[in-house]
């Protein structure tokens, strides 16, 4: 349902194949989220919208297994074509505590696989 007026946390990335120093691709900015309590910040801050009724959003980079529509056109959709990262079902797109939605199942909102297409492949929310 679309509420016009009314806002929404969108919390873009956010994920354990960008920022989950044990799995990233990208270290100096995994250990950067690590060190300034990103994840902590956005965990509160996405509890304080859904205590107010407020939705939350999860926009997480996923890709199909076969990469159908991906091009690398840029450094992130390069990475995970020559190291076949951020994979639908794979830990990279996992969203690590304490962002972690609040409820177990997911919907896919916007999906594009397009042989054509050049963005992330889901955008998937929850709360």
């Known amino acids: 349902m679309l509420i016009i007026g009314r806002p929404a946390l969108v919390i873009s990335e956010f994920q ?3 920022v989950d120093p044990a ?18 910040r956005i965990g509160a801050l996405a509890e304080a919208f859904r205590a ?13 297994p076969d990469l159908v529509g991906l091009r690398a056109n840029s450094a992130l959709s390069a990475m995970a074509i020559k190291r ?17 939605p ?6 896919a909102v916007a999906q594009r696989d397009s042989p054509r297409s050049t963005a992330p492949t889901s955008t998937r929310c929850c709360d």
């Open 52 to 64: 107010a009724g407020l939705p939350v959003v999860h926009a997480i980079i996923e890709h199909r």
């Open 16 to 18: 354990r194949g960008i």
């Open 84 to 100: 076949r990262t951020m994979i639908a079902g794979s830990v990279d797109v996992e969203v690590p505590e304490p962002v972690t």
């Open 23 to 40: 799995v990233s691709r990208l270290p100096a900015l995994a250990e950067q989220a690590e060190s300034r309590g990103v994840g902590a």
């Open 102 to 107: 609040a409820r177990a199942t997911w919907s």
